[in-house]
């Protein structure tokens, strides 16, 4: 589902790469928590996976789309099978929770019957069912943040990354939210989950995988526990299936 094989970047100005010579291969379904101090490079590895930034090396493939393949005027289309969940919410004040996740729907060219089907399906799996007419600034940071995923699941894609997505809201909200992108992983979504909340890692026991200074440094495949350092000798080029590797499209 996402595969990353040797992947390096570097950002021009600085001494070290962002990505290290990092391989990942995360299953269907997986739920992962990818952590790690600021600047280990796991911002670089979201943006990667979206086509926001593009390797200086190695190869990136993400739903069987290998993203060499994938041209410039091709990024819209394929950004849109992927669901992305940001700290700050990035709603659109001027228009209420229905229409929020109703434009996401628009702009993927689903029909204005369709939108009338599912926005309300969504809405009620985010437990906003009765808060569709109002507007953000009317909602608590909990219920912004619920619309923010609402709208990156309407679509039904196949992967959901979020980003500090509780990185804004209390101890009681944090929970809630992770245990709603528990419910859609259950569903069967891919979520890949950046975050410095120990507590709530430390309570799910997913998959964890730690970053330090551009490289991996520990990947805990089960009951995985939040921490900054490894505990062992990391794999750095960890082997794959090797249907993995050839699960290779264009668009």
């Given amino acids: 589902m996402i595969l990353l094989d040797r992947v390096t970047k570097m ?22 928590f990818l952590v790690g101090k600021s600047g280990a490079g796991k911002s ?12 200086d090396s190695g190869k990136i493939i993400i739903g069987g789309i290998d993203l060499d393949y994938v041209k410039k005027r091709h990024i819209p289309h394929y950004r849109r099978r992927i669901g ?16 929020n996740v109703a434009f996401a729907l628009e702009i993927a060219g ?26 953000p600034d009317q909602l608590s940071g909990g219920e912004q943040q619920r619309v923010s995923i609402a709208r990156s699941v309407a679509r039904q894609p196949k992967i959901l990354i979020a980003d500090e997505p509780t990185g804004n809201l209390d101890k009681l909200t944090r929970s809630e939210i992770i245990d709603l992108l528990q419910k859609i992983n259950d569903f069967g979504t ?62």
Avoid: C, W
Wanted: charged share 25%; net charge positive; aromatic share 6%.
């Fill in 11 to 32: 950002y021009p100005g600085d001494n070290e790469p962002a990505l290290n010579n990092v391989s990942i291969h995360i299953e269907p379904n997986e739920f992962v």
């Fill in 44 to 55: 670089t590895l979201m943006k990667m996976i979206t086509k926001e930034e593009i390797p």
């Fill in 190 to 251: 891919t979520v890949l989950v950046t975050t410095h909340d120990e507590n709530i890692v430390n309570h799910l026991q997913k998959r964890v995988i730690t970053l330090k200074d551009g490289r991996i440094i520990s990947d805990q495949k089960r009951h995985g526990v939040y921490r900054l350092e490894t505990a062992g000798p990391a794999r750095s080029n960890p082997t794959y299936p090797s249907s993995a590797a050839k699960r290779i499209k264009s668009l």
């Fill in 84 to 99: 992305v969940v940001f700290q700050d919410f990035k709603l659109l004040p001027m228009r209420t929770v229905y229409e």
């Fill in 110 to 135: 689903m029909s204005n019957k369709e939108i009338r089907r599912t926005v309300p399906k969504v809405l009620e799996l985010v437990g906003l069912a009765d808060k569709g007419n109002k507007f």
